[in-house]
């Protein structure tokens, strides 16, 4: 993860940030113009799927997107990746205050006034950001879900809420698109839940209904132990038959006059959607391996997207 520091400043009479030692925040910048600088190599040092939907994205549209990635970014290493002994919920409250004091004063760290510029550029309700940080802050309280109902709304907000953000920068018409935003984010969130479930359990979350265990026969105990067996495969099979059925209804929920702006989302949804095909050709064995798409199959389904777009508009 990339180091952070306690200050930042254009001129640091007003910047400073809320005291803590387990406060991250990226490397220290003098300018405002490395703003954008700071947002797009918190992005692309991540390696995430994400960064090759953006790439054909016009510029001011391109920058905000990493402003809100790396928003995103440095708010779940708060919770997963806190120093040892630090406190991180401690840390996610000086983070939610410091994007208060950037919409109350317009001052912040370089992250928050990036995402903050975007939020004003492109209307972005500032409570989106607000659910955000709640999904977060849930994976502090809770390490269990008894069912898929009670998983949902950790979905929406770290997953969902993240496609509405995005929609407002894309460019939408049709109000039907935040349908179709909050289903990929579902099916988005359930592949990663899917794929990183060995991590996960490691870090001591479930994320699968603990009553689909139940039916399956794989044991909370098991999945600790990252046991691969019959039971394991037929659980996940089902996690995947879900997924699937949230990717189908973002499709489905796709309005044709917003295919054209919605550009990057599909490839989003192309590159998430090969790494679940991916996950059910390995024969969902995610304990061994590393389960993800190389950088030149990922470019390649980007530039075909873009092309075809290109051609059919």
Known sequence: MVQMVEHYNADTSHCRLPPG????IIRFMNQVDDLRTVSRQVT???GSNFYYSFLFLP???REAIYAVYAFCRLSDDLVDESKAGGDPAAALTRWRKALDTYFQDGVGPPVI???GQAAHRFTIPKVHFEELLN????D???ARYATFEELYPYCYRVASIVGLICIEIFGYTNPQTKTYAEQLGIAFQLTNIIRDVGVDAQRGRIYLPQDE???FGYSEEELLAGRYNRAFMELMRFQCERARGFFQAASAALPVEDERSLLAAEIMRAIYYRLLLRIEAQQYDVFHGNITLGKPRKLLLAAGLWLRAILRF
């Open 59 to 61: 510029k001011p549209k």
């Open 21 to 24: 030692p387990d406060f991250l």
């Open 44 to 46: 692309k040092k991540s």
């Open 213 to 215: 265990l139940k039916r």
């Open 135 to 138: 999904g977060m802050e849930m």
């Open 140 to 142: 502090l309280t809770r």
């Open 113 to 115: 006034m990036a995402v």
